[in-house]
C-alpha cells in the first residue's frame, strides 16, 4: 500500500532528554525523506531531510538516520527543549504516473516536552 | 514569511453554500498542492499541479474543483460544502526537476468550518 507508518503518535519528555521518532516506508524505490515539524496552529515546516545516498544527517540537536535495508528512517532529538513541542511529520515519496512523486505523510507524533 | 500564502485564513459557512481557497506563492516554484489536515492532523495530499498542468488527482469528490491560472496560483473551489468538508487546508509549492523530490514549502492553512 501506499501508506507511511509512525511510530509513537504520542511521546512526553522531560526537558534535556533525548526523544526518537520512527517511520516505516513501502516503497524500496524511495530516495527522499524529509521531516516536517507542526506547531499549533501553524503549518508544516521541514526541519530536516535526508536522501537514500547517506544513512544518515545532522542539524544541531536533529538528526535522521536512514536504513534502507530495513526500510525505516528515525528523527532523533537531542536536548529537547520546550519549544520542540509540536506535531512531527515524516514522508516518503511515491510514483505515479507520468514520472512524478507525490508525498505519503506519516499520521505524526505529538510530542510534548515537560520543563 | 509571504513565501506561500493563502486567503482567507478562516472561512465559517453553512451546508450547501460553495466557497473558494486562493494560493499564490512567490518562490518561483512550477509545482503546487492542495491538502486536506483534518481533526486527528493526518496531511492527506488532494491535488498538485505542475506548469498548471493537473498531475496529482487523489479520490476526492467531485465537489472539489482546483484550478490553477497561472504557475504562481492555485485556487480551490468548493461546491455544495458539507459538514465532513471542516478541516483546514493547507496549499503547498516546490520545485520540480524530472521525478526528483523536493521540500514543500506550505501555506499558512485555512481553517474551514461548515455549520
Known amino acids: 500500500g501506499e501508506n507511511v507508518e509512525q511510530h509513537p503518535s504520542t511521546l512526553s519528555v522531560q526537558e534535556g532528554d533525548s526523544a526518537v521518532i520512527k517511520c516505516t516506508y513501502s516503497?524500496?524505490?524511495?530516495?527522499?525523506f524529509p521531516w516536517y515539524k507542526q506547531e499549533l496552529g501553524k503549518r508544516p515546516q521541514l526541519i530536516i531531510d535526508?536522501?537514500?545516498?547517506?544513512g544518515e544527517k545532522k542539524d544541531q540537536r536533529i538528526a535522521v538516520t536512514l536504513n534502507k535495508t530495513a526500510k525505516h528512517f528515525s528523527l532523533h532529538i537531542t536536548e529537547t527543549q520546550p519549544e520542540d513541542s509540536a506535531v512531527y511529520f515524516c514522508a516518503s515519496p511515491r510514483k505515479f504516473s507520468g514520472g512524478y512523486n507525490k508525498l505519503i505523510f506519516g499520521a505524526g507524533t505529538r510530542l510534548a516536552v515537560h520543563p | 514569511d509571504t513565501a506561500v500564502s493563502q486567503t482567507p485564513k478562516y472561512l465559517v459557512t453553512q451546508m450547501g453554500n460553495d466557497k473558494s481557497i486562493k494560493c499564490e506563492q512567490n518562490l518561483g516554484h512550477d509545482t503546487m498542492y492542495w491538502y486536506k489536515q483534518d481533526s486527528k492532523k493526518f496531511l492527506k495530499i488532494m491535488f498538485s499541479y505542475n506548469n498548471k498542468e493537473l498531475i496529482i488527482n487523489e479520490t476526492v469528490p467531485n465537489r472539489f474543483s482546483p484550478k490553477s491560472p497561472d504557475k504562481a496560483h492555485l485556487n480551490l473551489h468548493i461546491n455544495s460544502l458539507e459538514l465532513g468538508d471542516s478541516a483546514v487546508y493547507f496549499c503547498a509549492s516546490s520545485r520540480s526537476r524530472g521525478s526528483a523530490t523536493y521540500e514543500q514549502y506550505f501555506g499558512p492553512g485555512t481553517r474551514l468550518t461548515v455549520t
Open positions: 535526508i536522501r537514500s545516498n547517506v
Open positions: 516503497d524500496s524505490a524511495s530516495n527522499y
